[in-house]
């Protein structure tokens, strides 16, 4: 019984077996499963990039070019053939400003979600690794910043600092990213007790080192899930701010402002319906952009994880 | 004795037949065969031992012999027959009368099966009162009268608990006592006593025999530990690949196994390292005491001298010390008092506090090669890092070195572009052993590295160390509770219970008689390749 193990090697050890293939025949396998709502999502976002991106070569006119007649209906229902949705109420074409409206909202909103997931994200793996009064500190620093309602807080910063778009970006990031904090703490909290990050630090591996190559590339899907929402969420808050008159500031064409220069008439909606849409065509795009952004983080969450953020 | 003994059969009826029974999984977007085609039947009466390496489908048989598919497999072809029953042809409501009632499982870990907020007796007799067999308190009786043949302390009064109340080895005795509750055709032990400590696992496992013996049970016991299964069986069927090997009765399996692969299995325990005393002292731990969070103390006055080239080990049960000694070296976990000397000259305490070099000298393998490696990033990369962070090695030479160490491990080239989860678990492992010498350590802490595999792969993780070792002149701080692993490998043995030192000295010293009582229970619990050697321990014991 003291022969050696005759078919053993090493090398011969039957691993799981597991097809290797390249990035885009993988994508290609999960977009060919994807549901159909993940299809539309898709494509709604990959149409308002393409307006975003080239917003200035779609667009018929000026962003703030002004036309001698004001609140002209569509051009469909009896209006000027020039404006396809009509003037708004100093007589600005409503097609020009939705077109750049797409460019400055989804721009600003895309850079502040950035903004907020560096900031937000840094801090919430260094309080998962540090674990020390540095945790502590932070995370009570972002129960407070959470403890107050963030649109009535937003809106007051504002009004201290006034609603500049650098302003507006940095506030909004800042409010934001203590939800990108505490996820990324506590989905960075279970990596952080794996061996592996133990041996990087045995190794004498240093912050940035387990930070970003330990750690973070094991907890992006939950990440980019949390983009997508969170832009969602950054862009609403945009768009509401706008609405109230402390967002983005006339001249430049945004979609919450539009909405509040055409509720002028929502109380002859009643009488003339067609008095409704230069609101609700602004209204319908953010809400369309929003649906579409959480058809598609809906679908890629189910895919990687159950994880799921209720806000 | 029970309300259904009327309609069991005679012992020696066929309790269960199942036919060239083919099960595939799924994974990967295909459908890959798991078993290929195994016959199996079994007795009323009979314990059936079922073993293999992990993923010889053993498991998945076991589970089909309840007509039971888990998520992702299913019941290709083939025919089960439990009692008369066609298990292929039952509707999911039948089989369900079936389970928990006249067929139980016994999972292998208690600690995850039991629902943490529920007593333990309630969910002992769960299953027997929702299958009408009998009424909640006389359920509730017998459960305690179970408990009590199954040695429980305080019968009475242990099913009022909850499970975080109890310890790993009870909880998987009540396991059993649920399993045995409404007196079942049959059981099935899926790796019971995989969790537990020797120590522990003795005890359970004379529970587990007795109470099968005493109500004339059938059982199918899933294993990979052969000494444990050849306490328990009657019989023995070994599989691999999906496909059986070769079955026969326990004692003749064990003496005469006729096919090679059977014969390898049985050979793995033979592997013997001569000691070799050495006073050239590598790394030494001078009264240590540490413990977690100023309050609960975990080792106390610690003092192990560890020779250079040479293999201590450090033996005990779990929460003995043993993993807290190799933070504390590490300077993980800084000690309170006391000092960890490397040739010569004092350590510093804290992690942060030592020097690169300090740090490349001691490596550290790990028990759970699937954690200890990011699995994100591929062999070249867990391999190069070390080279890169320590030797500065670049490009074309740290390739070079990443295939001589791939070399050194027995893999080969081919396996740079892997990812941890494309490799088997021994391949894991040596992936972990070429990380730790990619740094040229002096010392590397082996923490339970053999624990998680089986016992071919065991072996050949064994030779590559002591293989390294003679070439390398390493020096291994070996940490296991398996004594075999130790007899196989070590110089000198070291035995901790309760965060202290018992003993320390050469192994022929250690491994032989006169015994303080700590380390005569502990290596007389390692079970044996002897049929009997459960039924003499437990006379010896009394």
């Known amino acids: 019984m003291t022969e050696e193990p005759q078919s053993y090697s090493a090398a011969g050890e039957v691993a799981q077996v597991k097809l290797r293939r390249g990035l885009g025949e993988r994508t290609w396998i999960a977009l060919r499963k994807a549901p159909l709502s993940a299809w539309f999502g898709m494509i709604v976002i990959a149409l308002y990039a393409f307006v975003a991106i080239f917003g200035p070569y779609l667009a018929p006119y000026g962003e703030a070019q002004v036309f001698a007649k004001a609140d002209e209906p569509w051009s469909m229902l009896g209006g000027d053939p020039a404006h396809f949705f009509g003037t708004d109420q100093i007589g600005r074409d409503v097609l020009t400003r939705l077109i750049y409206g797409a460019r400055n909202t989804i721009g600003i909103a895309l850079l502040t979600t950035i903004l907020s997931f560096l900031i937000g994200g840094s801090l919430g793996l260094i309080a998962a690794i540090n674990r020390s009064w540095l945790d502590q500190f932070l995370s009570r620093g972002v129960d407070v910043l959470m403890s107050i309602p963030s649109l009535i807080f937003a809106l007051m910063l504002l009004s201290i600092f006034g609603s500049s778009i650098p302003s507006l970006i940095l506030i909004i990031a800042v409010l934001d990213s203590t939800r990108v904090f505490r996820l990324t703490r506590s989905v960075a909290a279970n990596v952080v007790v794996m061996d592996y990050v133990e041996a990087a630090r045995l190794r004498g591996e240093g912050l940035g080192w387990i930070m970003g190559k330990e750690i973070l590339p094991n907890i992006m899907p939950p990440l980019v899930a949390e983009f997508g929402l969170r832009f969602s969420f950054v862009f609403l808050t945009i768009a509401s701010l706008s609405f109230l008159g402390l967002g983005i500031q006339p001249p430049t064409a945004d979609w919450g402002s539009m909405v509040r220069d055409g509720s002028r008439f929502i109380q002859f909606v009643a009488y003339d319906w067609t008095l409704a849409l230069p609101s609700l065509l602004p209204a319908g795009a953010v809400a369309l952009l929003t649906v579409a952004v959480n058809f598609v983080v809906d679908w890629f969450l189910h895919k990687t994880s159950g994880l799921r953020d209720d806000h | ?542």
Request: some cysteine; hydrophobic content about 40%.
């Open chain 2, 1 to 542: 004795m029970t309300t259904n003994s009327n309609k069991r059969g005679a012992k020696g009826d066929i309790l269960i037949e199942m036919k060239n029974v083919e099960i595939d999984g799924f994974s990967d977007e295909r459908w890959h065969k798991i078993v290929k085609g195994v016959d199996l039947t079994l007795r009323r009466g009979e314990v059936m031992g079922l073993i293999g390496e992990s993923g010889a489908g053993k498991s998945t048989l076991g589970k089909a012999a309840m007509g039971y598919a888990q998520p992702g497999c299913k019941i290709r072809s083939g025919s089960i027959m439990f009692d008369g029953i066609d298990l292929m042809a039952a509707t999911e409501a039948e089989k369900r009368q079936l389970w928990g009632s006249r067929i139980a499982y016994v999972a292998q870990s208690a600690a995850a099966s039991f629902n943490p907020a529920h007593r333990l007796i309630d969910q002992t007799v769960e299953a027997t009162v929702d299958h009408g067999i009998s009424g909640e308190s006389d359920a509730k009786q017998d459960a305690v009268g179970l408990y009590e043949s199954l040695q429980l302390p305080d019968p009475g009064n242990i099913g009022g608990r909850y499970p975080h109340q109890v310890s790993g080895g009870q909880l998987q005795r009540i396991m059993t006592a649920m399993a045995m509750s409404p007196r079942p055709d049959l059981i099935i032990f899926d790796e019971p006593t995989t969790a537990l400590d020797v120590t522990t696992q003795v005890e359970v496992l004379v529970a587990m025999r007795d109470i099968v013996e005493k109500f004339n049970t059938a059982a199918i016991y899933i294993t990979h530990d052969l000494a444990v299964v050849a306490q328990m069986a009657d019989f023995i069927k070994v599989l691999r690949y999906g496909e059986e090997v070769e079955e026969a009765e326990t004692r003749k399996m064990l003496s005469q196994p006729e096919e090679d692969y059977t014969k390898s299995l049985w050979s793995v325990r033979a592997l013997h390292k001569d000691e070799s005393p050495s006073d050239d002292i590598a790394l030494s731990i001078k009264n240590v005491d540490a413990a977690y969070g100023n309050t609960v103390k975990v080792l106390h006055d610690v003092s192990i001298d560890i020779p250079r080239g040479r293999t201590v080990s450090v033996v005990g049960e779990s929460g003995s010390g043993k993993s807290t000694t190799a933070r504390v070296i590490t300077g993980l976990l800084p000690p309170m008092t006391g000092s960890i000397e490397f040739n010569g000259e004092t350590l510093p305490n804290a992690l942060k506090d030592r020097s690169k070099d300090q740090l490349r000298r001691i490596q550290m393998i790990y028990q759970m090669a699937d954690t200890a490696m990011n699995p994100k990033q591929t062999v070249a990369d867990i391999i190069g890092r070390p080279l890169e962070f320590y030797h500065n090695l670049k490009g074309k030479q740290r390739d070079d070195r990443i295939i001589e160490l791939l070399e050194m491990i027995e893999l080969d080239e081919s396996f740079m572009d892997r990812l941890p989860g494309e490799l088997s678990g021994g391949q894991k492992q040596r992936i972990c052993i070429a990380r730790a010498l990619a740094a040229e350590p002096e010392v590397i802490i082996c923490d339970e590295v053999t624990s998680a595999l089986d016992q071919i792969v065991q072996e050949g993780i064994l030779k590559l160390l002591l293989r390294l070792q003679k070439e390398l002149n390493i020096t291994y701080l070996f940490i296991t509770h398996d004594i075999a692993v130790v007899t196989a490998i070590s110089d000198e043995i070291v035995v901790m219970f309760q965060g202290q030192v018992v003993e320390q000295g050469l192994k022929s010293k250690i491994l032989a008689p006169p015994y303080p009582d700590y380390t005569q229970l502990l290596l007389s619990s390692v079970p044996e390749m002897d049929p009997d050697w459960l039924s003499n321990l437990v006379e010896e014991r009394g």
